[in-house]
């Protein structure tokens, strides 16, 4: 073998501790460079996966942690939902009872429903804070962008509800007290008396309020009331609602009957033929009581009609208008 050749391959001995014969083998010098450089390679690659593997883990125990966290988040959240919504149906059965009040006092009052106007379009694809939270609530929370979206609709809607549960008895109370207003004065309005007595066309008012000469005894006096003539047995009806406090014979007012209407509202109908209500008796306004006649201190078939007001009598012509 030349030299040139020998140069390139190296020469290995390997000599046993025992008895034995040496082995000697030759190898080309690039082998042990191949294998270093191998080794070295496989060093590098290594550690570039080593360091890679520790990344990626260090990114997956990151992004776990961050999904435990949302999970609880989405837990909370999703427990706070479902307050919420039970907070919404309790607000939403005191606001049909409002509703209902308010329904009552339209009817006490006659409003008209038919000239309320609503846009369709303002309130088209509209929803309450307790519906948006009811359809929140239907779906997995997710990203944390989302989860701070649904943070704040959760904290703008208990604040909404917050405030609702201090509005909500104060107009509810409001109302109330403005049902018993519309019926007091609703009562007020059946009781006040109003109209005429007598719904005949043949009627007349022969006297006026204020002082005149008594027919029969020809004094100068004052005259409490309205007389409106009318032939025997006309009907008399009660001018408002109240209680018949009197019924019978009252001195020069022949057969009267005197009707208390509540407010400081009385109401007198004499000279009458004959009487058709006891006292104690409950009257609504239109009611008959009476029938015309000529009884009591009288020059003929009429009916004295008197109002008084807290005692005193007034003029009842404004009132049959």
């Known amino acids: 073998m030349s030299y040139d050749k020998q140069k390139k391959r190296i020469t290995i001995k390997v000599v046993p501790h025992s008895d034995g ?16 450089s191998l080794i070295l390679i496989c060093l590098i690659g290594s550690s570039f996966g080593f360091f890679f593997y520790y990344q990626q883990s260090n990114e997956a125990l990151s992004t776990i942690a961050h999904l435990e966290s949302v999970k609880k988040q989405n837990k909370r959240l999703k427990s706070r939902l479902h307050t919420l919504s039970q907070e919404a149906k309790i607000l939403n059965t005191k606001f049909k009872e409002i509703q209902k009040t308010n329904k009552e ?7 008209d429903t038919s000239k309320q106007k609503i846009s369709k379009k303002e309130g088209k694809n509209t929803y309450s804070d307790a519906q948006q939270v009811s359809l929140n609530n239907r779906y997995e929370l997710s990203s944390s962008s989302d989860n701070n979206h649904i943070i704040n609709l959760v904290n703008n809607t208990a604040n909404n509800f917050s405030k609702l549960e201090t509005l909500f008895p104060k107009e509810k109370l409001e109302l109330k007290e403005l049902k018993s207003s519309v019926i007091e004065y609703n009562d007020y309005l059946a009781s006040k008396p109003t109209g005429w007595p007598l ?10 309020f204020g002082y005149r000469t008594h027919p029969v ?5 004052i005259h ?28 020069g007012y022949g057969r009267a009957v005197v009707i208390d209407h509540g407010y400081g509202f009385r109401t007198i109908y004499a000279h009458n033929q004959r009487l058709n209500v006891e006292i104690g008796e409950r009257v609504e306004r239109g009611d008959v009581v009476a029938y015309t006649g000529n009884s009591g201190r009288s020059t003929g078939p009429h009916l004295h009609y ?3 007001v807290n005692g005193k009598p007034v003029d009842p012509l404004p009132y049959l208008k």
């Open 105 to 111: 006092i339209k009817q006490l009052i006659n409003f």
């Open 199 to 208: 719904k005949t066309e043949e009627k007349r008012i022969t006297s006026y």
């Open 217 to 221: 005894t020809g004094e100068r006096t």
């Open 306 to 308: 008197e109002i008084l």
């Open 21 to 36: 014969d040496m082995i000697t083998f030759q190898i080309p010098r690039i082998i042990p460079k191949l294998l270093i």
């Open 224 to 251: 409490e009331g309205l007389d409106i003539g009318v032939w025997y047995g006309t009907k008399v009806y009660a001018t408002g609602a109240g209680k018949v406090i009197y019924a019978g014979w009252k001195g």
